[in-house]
């Protein structure tokens, strides 16, 4: 009796229960969601400022291996558009703040040694229309940023 329940009932009860969890799931989902737009609370379009890039560059985070100081990766953080024109300077050193401390966990998770550079003075090249960096080197814009 004892091999029939393990290698019949158990396989075929967590079938049964996954069926019914997923179903459950799924329900949960439909019922939030019609909820939501019946009572009108839906995702809504978050107003953006007009963005001056002479007066407001992303920052650029470089990530390099600290051990033989080679480039692994670099990060464009854009300001927020979503922020007030008077809280825009705090809120991007929040998100630079918040980028690096993700960035840095990580890191620390798979044991690497990074070093990180933080350059705040990106340049609006109008001719190339790209970022550049101390170094000169270009950064391409995209309109979806804006």
């Not at 179903?23 to 019922?31: G, M, N, S, T």
Request: charged share 30%; proline share 4%.
């Amino acid at each position: 009796m004892k091999t029939f329940y393990r290698d019949k009932l158990v396989p075929l009860w967590h079938a049964v229960a996954e069926a019914v969890a997923s179903f459950l799931d799924e329900a949960e989902y439909r019922l939030t969601l019609a909820f939501c737009v019946l009572f009108g609370k839906m995702p809504r379009k978050v107003e953006k400022r007009q963005w001056n890039k002479s007066l407001e560059a992303p920052v650029l985070i470089d990530a390099y291996d600290w051990t033989n100081d080679r480039l692994i990766f670099s990060v464009l953080v854009w300001p927020p558009l979503e922020s007030a024109p008077e809280d825009a300077r705090s809120d991007k050193r929040e998100r630079v703040d918040m980028v690096l401390s993700v960035i840095s966990r990580g890191s620390a998770e798979k044991a690497m040694t990074t070093l990180f550079e933080t350059d705040h003075g990106l340049r609006w090249d109008h001719k190339r229309q790209v970022w550049t960096a101390a170094d000169e080197y270009a950064y391409a814009y995209t309109s979806e940023q804006e």
